[in-house]
C-alpha cells in the first residue's frame, strides 16, 4: 500500500497551524511591548529580559525535543502537551499582576521546540524529494501569525487592554492545538517508502560529537545566533521604535503584517529553492540582503526619510525569515540524517538562547542613547559579516557514513 499524498501534506497544514500560534509569543510581542512597559514600569532592556527568558527556556525545550524524538517518543505526543502548556502561559500572561507572574508566563510560553526542532523532524520522515518545501510550508506558519494576528491583537490591544489579547490566544490555542495534533500528525510514515516513490533513505551522516569536531559546526552556530539576535531585536523593538517617529499602533501593527505576509511567501520560495540549488548560496543571500535592509532601517530612524522605511519593508519581509528554513536544511547536508535531530537541536538551543540577548542588547542601546538606530545597525554588520563566513563553508555533505575524521573542505 503506497502512503497517500494528501496524508503527508495534511500534516504539513496542521503543522503550518501550531506555528501559526507558537509564532504569535515572537510576531506579537511588539504589539504588547509598550503596554507592558507601561503598566510593570519596566525600562527598554528589563522589559526585553521577557523575551531572553522565554527564547533560553524554548531552548530547552528544543533540546529536550531533539532527545525526545531519539528516544522515539511520539511527537505527536510531545507536540500536544506543549501546545497545552503555551495556551496556558498565554493565560498567566493575561492575568498576570506582577512582574515576576509575567516572567513566569513568558518562561510557559515557549514554543520553540515544536517549530525549531520537531517539525523538521517530522516532516524529514515524511519527505525526501520535497522536504525543503515542506518544511517552508509548515515554518511560515510562524510568519502568517503575524499577517493574521498582529492586526488583530493591535485593535484588541487599543480598545479592550493588552490583557484581552493574551487571554483570546490562550483560549484558542488550547481549544484547536492539541486535538488538531492528536488527529493529525504522525512521527513518522508507517510504510518505508515515501509517496514520491524515493528508496528508502539510509541514516547516513555523523554523530554530534563528530559534527562539533568541525569548523562547518561552530560557523553555523554563529549565523545563528546572528540570525536570532538582530530577528529578536526587530521583533520586540520595531514597533516601540516608529512609535517614537510618529506612527500609532494600528498603522505599526499593519507595516508588520505586511512584513509577516512577504516573509511567508519567502519561506516557501526558499524552501522550494533549497530543493534546487545550492541551499548555502540562498541562506548566504538572505543574511545579506537582510543586513542591508536593517541599514536602511537605520537610515530611517536616523533622518526620517520614508523613502528609506518603504525600501526597508520589502526588503526586510522578503528575506529576514528564510534562514529559519534554511538552516535546518543545511544542517541536514552538511552533517546527514544520521544524528540530524540532535545536531539541529543544539545549534538551535545554542543559537537561539544566545540570539534572544540582541532584544536586550537594542534595549539597552535605547536606554542608554534615547535611539535604535545604533543597535539595528550593528546587528545588521554582524549578520553580512557570518553570511561572509557561512560562504566558505562547503555547500555539500561534510558527514560520513561511519564515524571518520572530518574536515569542512571534504565534497
Known amino acids: 500500500m503506497t502512503l497517500l499524498p494528501s496524508r503527508r501534506w495534511g500534516i ?4 503550518h497551524l501550531i506555528c501559526a500560534f507558537c509564532g ?22 528589563a522589559g ?36 497545552a502548556i503555551i495556551g496556558g502561559g498565554f493565560l498567566v500572561a493575561g492575568t498576570a499582576q506582577n512582574y515576576t507572574q509575567l516572567l513566569v508566563a513568558y518562561m510557559l510560553m515557549s514554543g520553540g521546540g515544536i517549530s525549531l526542532v520537531v517539525t523538521p523532524f ?25 499577517v493574521l494576528f498582529n492586526p488583530l491583537l493591535g485593535l484588541a490591544v487599543e480598545n479592550w487592554g493588552w490583557r484581552s489579547g493574551y487571554i483570546a490566544l490562550g483560549v484558542a490555542m488550547l481549544a484547536i492545538v492539541p486535538l488538531a495534533t492528536l488527529l493529525v500528525v504522525r512521527t513518522r510514515p508507517p510504510e518505508p517508502l515515501a509517496s514520491d516513490g524515493a528508496a528508502p533513505v539510509q541514516a547516513e551522516g555523523v554523530t554530534l560529537r ?13 549565523g545563528y545566533v546572528l540570525f536570532w539576535a538582530s530577528t ?8 516601540p521604535a516608529v512609535l517614537g ?34 541551499v548555502r548560496i540562498a541562506l548566504v543571500a538572505s543574511l545579506i540582503l537582510a543586513s542591508a535592509a536593517l541599514a536602511l532601517l537605520f537610515v530611517y530612524l536616523s533622518g526620517g526619510s520614508a523613502i528609506a522605511l518603504q525600501l526597508f519593508v520589502p526588503l526586510y519581509g522578503l528575506t529576514y525569515s528564510a534562514p529559519l528554513v534554511l538552516f535546518p536544511v543545511f544542517v541536514a547536508k552538511l552533517f546527514g540524517r544520521r544524528q540530524f535531530t540532535i545536531i539541529d537541536a543544539t545549534i538551535m538551543v545554542a543559537g537561539s538562547a544566545i540570539g534572544s540577548l540582541g532584544s536586550v542588547y537594542a534595549g539597552w542601546v535605547y536606554d542608554v542613547t534615547g535611539t535604535y538606530q545604533i543597535a539595528f545597525l550593528t546587528l545588521g554588520i554582524a549578520m553580512a559579516a557570518v553570511g561572509g563566513l557561512i560562504w566558505t563553508l562547503p555547500g555539500r555533505a561534510v558527514a560520513r557514513e561511519r564515524a571518520q575524521s572530518l574536515t569542512p573542505s571534504i565534497a
Open 12 to 15: 504539513v497544514i496542521v503543522l
Open 24 to 45: 504569535t509569543i515572537s510576531a506579537s510581542k511588539g504589539v504588547f511591548f509598550p503596554s507592558l512597559l507601561k503598566e510593570f514600569q519596566l525600562s527598554h532592556a
Open 48 to 83: 526585553a529580559t521577557l523575551l531572553s527568558a522565554n527564547v533560553a527556556v524554548a531552548g530547552v525545550v528544543s533540546l529536550l525535543g531533539g532527545w525526545l524524538m531519539l528516544k522515539r517518543v511520539r511527537a505527536e505526543t510531545f507536540i500536544a502537551v506543549l501546545g
Open 122 to 146: 517530522v516532516l524529514s520522515n515524511w519527505f525526501e524529494k520535497q522536504r525543503g518545501l515542506a518544511i517552508g510550508i509548515a515554518l511560515s506558519g510562524t510568519t502568517t501569525s503575524g
Open 210 to 222: 563528530e559534527a562539533v569536531a568541525t569548523r562547518a559546526y561552530w560557523t553555523v552556530l554563529l
Open 232 to 239: 529578536n531585536a526587530y521583533f520586540l523593538h520595531f514597533i
Open 245 to 278: 517617529m510618529g506612527y500609532g499602533l494600528k498603522e505599526a501593527t499593519l507595516i508588520m503584517s505586511v512584513l509577516f505576509l512577504l516573509a511567508a511567501a519567502t519561506k516557501l520560495l526558499f524552501g522550494w529553492l533549497s530543493d534546487r540549488a545550492d
